[in-house]
């Protein structure tokens, strides 16, 4: 399997993997897979990427839970579904969950990007991205921009916004599963809309590891490095 043009078809696992110092703008940060049942999406992704995503093993204030997969140095991928032993909380859950949009199978929903100036790219961006709101899971604080009504903007094909503590990235706490994240692609009928608004933001890669791609509906890509070789995560 090779890579489309433009998403670094000649990246090598050594360099997938090996830190590198973070660029101006905002970075991907992390993909999320959203699943009816965190079992269910758990094994999805270990039948399209060959690798077992952990458990957080922390309450959040969203009433979901969570399973992660580290992508590299500073990336990750998460499965979240709505944990049936939580209280409902006073706001809609995040990524449309309270909207009906938790698909019936696992899908590739949504991406994240890091800033080191939440604020300023949120109230900046030409897109109305949602406020930003201080979040926390177990003793992990971070702030992150979510929409009042908890939709995804753009149908998931706008980035979430993500400013962890110290600029950091809980993606080092993860054991190493031996994947990388090496492209993403969004799929648009509205290519120059979602570019303009990823070049407003100063997306790293974008064009070369984040693509846009005109499409008849909204979907995500990923494609990823594994030990079992190259794989991609989409939308459906």
Known sequence: MSLPVGLGA???????????????????????????????????????????????????????????????????????????????????RWFGLDRGQTPRRPQLASWSVRSDDILRAATGSPEPLGAVRSLARGPVQWRMTLRDDGALPLSGTAPVLVQWPDGGSPAATLADKQCALLGLELLTPEPARLHALLQDLQVDGLDHTVVVTRARAHGLVAHIDTPGGLRTLAAR
């Open 10 to 92: 000649s990246a090598t696992t050594d360099v997938a993997h090996a830190p590198a110092p973070p660029p101006a703008g905002c970075v991907v940060d992390h993909l999320t897979v959203l699943s009816a049942t965190l079992d269910m999406g758990i094994a999805w992704v270990q039948r399209a990427l060959g690798v077992h995503a952990d458990r957080s093993g922390q309450p959040d204030t969203m009433g979901t839970h969570q399973a992660r997969v580290r992508l590299g140095h500073s990336q990750f991928l998460q499965i979240v579904a709505i944990d049936p032993r939580a209280r409902r909380p006073p706001r809609p």
